[in-house]
Nanobody, 123 residues
């Protein structure tokens, strides 16, 4: 069964950087897409960035384009999110997700989730 464990979150001042990691296990050929999602208190979860496990194609939310980069290490099934030029608006719990459908930011496409890692950006 798919297991996802996020790490790398923390507190940083505006303009700083963080690199999140997601250690995945139990993935199969059916796990076509991996992604990062955020959820702020009292808000719905929303997509940040996705990457196709087999083509490397990426997709980003408009709010993070040019600042965040999603990547993956295929040998050990580790997913990364490099976050630069962080803003207070980026503050949220960040979740790693895996799905077997199309690779985009729609939550319904993801069937497995990690426990999340907190990112807090102060001004």
């Amino acid at each position: 069964q798919v297991q996802l464990v996020e790490s790398g979150g923390g507190s940083v001042q505006a303009g700083g950087s963080l690199r999140l990691s997601c250690a995945a296990s139990g993935l199969t050929y059916r796990t076509y897409c991996m992604g990062w999602f955020l959820q702020a208190p009292g808000k719905e979860r929303e997509g940040v960035a996705t990457i196709s496990r087999f083509t490397g194609s990426t997709y980003y939310a408009d709010s993070v384009k040019g600042r965040f980069t999603i990547s993956q290490h295929m040998t050990n099934n580790t997913l990364y999110l490099q976050m630069n030029s962080l803003k207070p608006e980026d503050t949220a719990m960040y979740y790693c997700g895996a799905g077997a459908g199309a690779c985009n930011l729609q939550l319904r496409l993801y069937s497995s989730w990690g426990q999340g890692t907190q990112v807090t950006v102060s001004s």
